[in-house]
């Protein structure tokens, strides 16, 4: 079974950091992009970062120059470290990927079932 797992949410205090990482496990053969998303209370899923295969990336925004993505495609992970954290930074935190299973099936949108992460004012 492949599927995501999220790490090193928890709460910090404003101007603080913290990292996340995200693992994909099971038969895979190929990842191609890799992402966070990010879902306040009351507030729809929105993009974070996404990192290509490449090593390409695209932050939103609101996190330009406090947050950084990388991606260790032998160890098929994703990082999510994050710096100089605002109260509006709280949310749930979900890890996203496209790949290809070993058995040559394509998921398109895989999810991980996501880390919290609040930061206090």
């Known amino acids: 079974q492949v599927q995501l797992v999220e790490s090193g949410g928890g709460l910090v205090q404003a101007g603080g950091s913290l990292r996340l990482s995200c693992v994909a496990s099971?038969?895979?053969?190929?990842?191609?992009?890799m992402g966070w998303y990010r879902q306040a209370p009351g507030k729809q899923r929105e993009l974070v970062a996404v990192?290509?295969?490449?090593?390409?990336?695209n932050y939103a925004d609101s996190v330009k120059g406090r947050f950084t993505i990388s991606r260790d495609n032998a160890k098929n992970t994703v990082t999510l470290q994050m710096n100089t954290l605002r109260f509006e930074d709280t949310a749930v935190y979900y890890c996203?990927?496209?790949?290809?299973?070993?058995?040559?099936?394509?998921?398109?949108?895989?999810w991980g079932q996501g880390t919290q992460v609040t930061v206090s004012s």
């Open positions: 990192i290509t295969s490449d090593g390409n990336t």
């Open positions: 996203n990927a496209g790949l290809v299973t070993g058995l040559g099936v394509r998921l398109y949108n895989l």
């Open positions: 099971g038969s895979i053969s190929r990842i191609n992009d």
